[in-house]
């Protein structure tokens, strides 16, 4: 639930009153008047940023001109001067937000930086950071993963032109700086390279000093300089950073280095907890993510629970009701906090929560929701120092404005629109649904913390759904049940923050306290991301969120007209938990997959490799974990598997190992098994770390090995050991290649299937394979090499003479896999073909004459009227065929 303020004094603040004070004073109309002009302001500063000067000018002296008709014509008195008086003041909203937009806009084309990048030139320049660094994920194209980078906003000072001139600016700049992903280093080997890992930890030190810089500090740096990829981004140039830690020419100001010395303290302070406690506490009270690790970044995402650590209103809002109470009864005799207690009067009380938010926007840096939060607190705080009483979506209205001229590129920020719009569902929305929810005696707290929930989520779905393509079915109960340890563990967050630069080791014991809430907010997050049903596919882009947003205004019309109607509502709730759970023998019921009693599962990952090996009830071998954790863990929980006795990493390519998180998250995992040849480097590096953080061991294949585990039985075929030798005594060549080291499995179940999976070995390796092996039987299943491609060995084909040979491949991929010529040789050797880029995800079931193959992507295609064709895309030719969405011998 993006940008949701979970704080239950607002929602009871907005509604007007306040429990247990005789005589409260009640709260008159809303007033609406700064709404009309904010969102008009809004508007014209999205639409204009990045558009031409002299159109922006026009529209600016248009709405002007016609604002000024409206206020200067004679006076009438009624509804006619209120309706102009309005629409005046929404035209120049608008006037404002374009003009706004206009001269940022004009900001970053002034000066020869944009001319520069449109020409992609090398410069020497003098930048000031402006933000904190953040680091962005690596993507795994092909078998490698591509460079991370870290990302800083900069202002570029001075710059140094290919001819030498030199010029004072002021532009600011993306910075870019390429992170090697840990794919070079050498070839690596069959021993820990030193070479390796002497790369390794200087690619460390370079990140960990490009993570460490502050806001203001000074830096000269040189690169090439690229065009913004989209006309309203707010830089007027991408710099390209060569390589190597900054250079350092000014340091930060006095005011930034106390700022990251508090970050730094409460960092240091929280060392020693568990790791998800470690990685989320800095996250809920400062923003600080760093730590938190690709799993538990996925988990808070499925369950809408990302602005817990986006340093939202709710932060703030704990902070200053330690300070002022509810900001319902900031202005009564009656009111509490500290303040009262301190002797502070209201104006007092107003500087001092001021000075508070300040100091809160400097050390949680000055992000969309911080913004928005501080803005909206200094207009609540401005009223209580005056005395006049003030609703908060007038304040809300305010902070809107003034956002948008201060900072016009907020206009176009998601996360500041999620943040809006949560905090108008909270003092709008929420109030009346929590009214009606006590109206049907539900308690007062469960009724208002259920109404914020639903509320933000309500009016947030849709817009997730724009760029994330997905809604969330447990972010309401997630969000219940997070709530009530947020503001314990952000309070003895702060408490911590402020005690580590003078005493760390109170600091480090109120850490060791807040690690109880912080934790229990993590498992809920884990929880819910583990259910089957936790998130569904939605389309994207704006056409998807009007499509949500349609289905949500239906789905409360028939909420409300249902709502006296307990039993209609149980049984929606049932089916909607149902959803959510996905019992399997339900799930196969509904949509045949899995198949009952399967064997073999080859996952849908995309250009990758992972599948699944049962081993009981329950439980699977699973064999390489894709490119993608998400993939992974979604194949594996639909396949039912939570028990995981091996994880067996054919090879270190990204393409076989970067979904290990996935495969790993919320099952019990005994082992990781992994080729003897420890190259790519980083990706060793990656599983090690990977495994370690949730304390499993990794152990290497042993040519000539056999396991055991439950109706399965497997041995090790390939790579033979460093000398070159192998069980029957013929000689071969150890590899030196990734893939020529993939681990070879023979694998043999209970019921008679036998299974060969070939990684991806290429022709040297597979003749390798036949000739240290000259009694390889045939098989019943093979997984074909290296995503099918065209460099496959004839002579093991026809060795192993399979009767259904199945190729994980993306569809689309860039390398043309599976290769047509590979796809003929296996069917002219009378074999039936799979593939998961055109029939999704494949399982094995039964035995002998009644083994067969059940394709899901098939199956749901066979529905809508597909018929039986070849994996080549033609007619099957004749032979062992495939019936309606199976195969069968």
């Not at 870290?150 to 290919?162: D, K, R, S």
Request: glycine content about 12%; hydrophobic content about 45%; aromatic content about 4%.
């Amino acid at each position: 639930m993006a940008g949701t303020e979970t704080v239950r004094g607002t929602v009871r603040a907005a509604s007007g009153g306040r429990r247990g004070v005789a005589g409260a004073r009640r709260e008159g109309p809303v007033d609406l008047r700064l709404v009309g002009p904010a969102l008009a302001a809004w508007a014209a500063a999205a639409l204009t940023l990045g558009a031409p000067g002299g159109g922006t000018a026009l529209a600016v002296g248009l709405c002007g001109v016609v604002a000024g008709v409206l206020l200067l014509r004679p006076r009438r008195r009624g509804r006619w001067r209120g309706t102009a008086v309005a629409a005046a003041g929404v035209l120049l909203g608008a006037a404002a937000g374009a003009a706004s937009a206009g001269l940022h806009g004009a900001d970053l084309r002034r000066g020869p930086v944009p001319g520069l990048a449109e020409e992609h030139a090398r410069v020497v320049a003098d930048v000031t950071v402006t933000s904190d660094p953040r680091r962005s994920a690596p993507r795994v194209h092909g078998n490698r993963t591509a460079d991370a980078s870290v990302l800083t906003n900069a202002e570029v000072t001075e710059v140094t032109a290919p001819d030498g001139a030199v010029t004072r600016v002021r532009t600011p700049v993306l910075l870019i700086t390429r992170l090697p992903s840990g794919e070079r280093g050498g070839s690596g080997g069959w021993e820990p390279n030193a070479e390796a890992r002497r790369t390794a930890d200087t690619d460390e030190e370079v990140t960990s000093a490009w993570m460490r810089l502050l806001p203001s500090t000074g830096l000269r740096l040189s690169g090439r300089l690229a065009p913004p990829r989209r006309p309203g981004d707010p830089y007027g140039a991408a710099l390209y950073v060569d390589g190597g830690p900054p250079r350092i020419t000014t340091p930060p100001n006095a005011v930034q280095r106390a700022a990251g010395s508090l970050r730094e303290g409460l960092r240091t302070a929280t060392d020693g907890l568990p790791p998800d406690p470690r990685a989320l506490l800095p996250g809920l009270v400062v923003g600080d993510t760093t730590r938190m690790t690709q799993d538990l970044r996925a988990a808070f995402e499925t369950t809408d629970l990302t602005h817990l650590t986006a340093v939202s209103g709710s932060n703030l809002s704990i902070v200053l009701i330690l300070l002022i109470g509810p900001a319902g009864m900031a202005l009564h005799a009656e009111r509490r906090g500290m303040a009262p207690r301190l002797g502070l009067s209201l104006r007092v009380t107003a500087v001092a929560g001021g000075a508070l938010t300040l100091a809160f926007v400097l050390v949680c840096r000055p992000d969309p929701s911080v913004l928005r939060a501080a803005a909206c607190g200094l207009v609540t705080l401005l009223a209580i120092g005056t005395g006049r009483r003030r609703s908060l979506i007038p304040a809300l209205a305010a902070a809107v404005l003034l956002l948008v001229l201060y900072e016009p590129w907020l206009a176009r920020s998601y996360g500041f629109l999620l943040s809006v719009l949560a905090t108008g569902a909270l003092l709008a929305i929420a109030p009346r649904w929590s009214a009606a929810l006590r109206a049907r005696r539900v308690p007062a707290r469960v009724a208002e913390a259920l109404a914020a929930a639903a509320a933000a989520q309500a009016v947030c779905a849709p817009v997730v759904a724009v760029f994330a393509a997905r809604v969330s079915l447990v972010a309401v109960p997630c969000n219940l049940f997070a709530e009530f340890a947020v503001a314990p563990a952000t309070v003895l967050g702060f408490v911590t923050l402020a005690l580590a630069p003078v005493a760390m080791q109170a600091a480090r014991l109120v850490a060791e306290c807040a690690a109880w809430p912080t934790g229990w907010v993590a498992a809920v997050a884990r929880t819910g991301a583990a259910l089957p049903g936790a998130r569904v596919d939605w389309p994207d882009g704006w056409w998807g969120g009007l499509l949500l947003a349609a289905v949500t205004v239906v789905l409360l019309a028939a909420g409300r007209r249902l709502a006296g109607r307990p039993w209609v509502l149980l049984g929606c709730a049932v089916l909607l938990l149902v959803a959510v759970v996905r019992p399997v023998p339900l799930t196969r019921l509904v949509v045949g997959w899995p198949p009952p009693g399967w064997v073999f599962a080859l996952c849908d990952v995309g250009q990758g490799d992972a599948m699944a090996l049962a081993a009981g009830e329950g439980a699977a071998v699973v064999v390489d974990a894709g490119p993608d954790p998400e993939s992974a863990d979604r194949c594996l929980r639909e396949l039912g598997v939570h028990r995981v006795p091996m994880v067996l990493l054919t090879h270190f390519h990204a393409d076989h190992v970067a979904g290990l998180p996935g495969v790993l998250r919320g099952r019990d995992v005994g082992v990781v098994q992994t080729t003897g040849l420890l190259a790519p480097p980083g990706r060793v590096a990656f599983v090690h770390r990977t495994a370690a953080a949730v304390e499993v061991p990794v152990v290497r294949a042993v040519p000539g090995e056999r396991r055991r585990a439950g109706t399965l039985d497997w041995e090790v075929l390939w790579p033979p050991d460093p000398a070159g030798t192998t069980d029957s005594g013929a000689l071969v060549t150890a590899p030196d290649e990734p893939n020529d080291a993939s681990v070879t499995l023979l694998v043999r179940t209970r019921s008679g299937v036998s299974l060969l999976l070939l990684g991806d070995l290429e022709p040297p390796a597979q003749r390798g394979l036949t000739r240290a092996h000259p009694d390889l039987p045939p098989v019943d299943v093979l997984k074909v090499a290296h995503h099918g491609s065209a460099h496959q060995d004839p002579g093991l084909l026809h060795r192993v003479r399979p009767r259904l040979a199945v190729v994980s491949a993306g569809r689309d991929n860039p390398y043309g896999h599976p290769s047509p010529r590979t796809l003929a040789a296996l069917e002219d050797s009378g074999a039936a073909v799979l593939r998961t880029d055109r029939d999704g995800a494949i399982a094995v079931t039964g035995a002998g004459p009644d083994l067969r193959a059940v394709t899901r992507r098939r199956r749901l295609r066979r529905a809508a009227g597909a018929g039986p064709r070849s994996a080549a895309g033609g007619r099957r030719r004749p032979g062992p065929h495939r019936t309606g969405t199976a195969w069968s011998p």
